[in-house]
């Protein structure tokens, strides 16, 4: 007799209270939206990329504002109401999804921008010639 392995995925379980934490990455070529605990534990996330954009429509106001509104709404419905928003990077839906998460219900506390800023590290690459 052989021994079979039971593959169980288990999920795992996150506290939501109340009080949590938006994180928008905005780069030139997607937005990923995550809702988290204060902790940091991801309740929902979500992206431009996984709603059905593709190629240069995943970095709009319009798709970023989609993204924003699926991920609150999970996070909405397993109890989360009040968000202090991260927000990271150069991209175009910076203002659309801030304005999302507030029209989808949920209070917003503060909004911190907090992009990464180099000290003149890297080089940046040539500058396009169309």
């Known amino acids: 007799m052989m021994n ?6 288990k999920k795992r379980v996150v506290v939501v209270k109340k009080n949590g934490q938006a994180h928008i990455k ?3 070529n997607n937005i990923i939206i995550s809702l988290t605990n204060e902790s940091g534990q991801v309740i929902s ?3 431009a990329g996984k ?12 798709a970023a504002q989609i993204a924003t509104e699926d991920a609150v ?3 909405y419905e397993l109890g989360l109401r009040t968000v202090d928003i991260f927000i990271k990077g150069p991209g175009a839906g910076r203002d659309s999804a801030i ?3 507030q029209n989808a219900g ?3 506390v503060s909004i911190n921008d907090v992009t990464p800023l180099p000290h003149n590290g890297c080089r940046p690459p040539k500058r396009r010639r169309v």
């Open 106 to 108: 949920l209070d917003v």
């Open 26 to 28: 905005c780069s030139f």
């Open 73 to 75: 709404k999970k996070a």
């Open 99 to 101: 304005r999302a998460i």
């Open 45 to 47: 996330w979500s992206s």
């Open 4 to 9: 079979k392995k039971k593959d169980k995925s």
């Open 51 to 62: 709603m059905g954009f593709r190629g240069s429509k995943k970095n709009t106001p319009f």
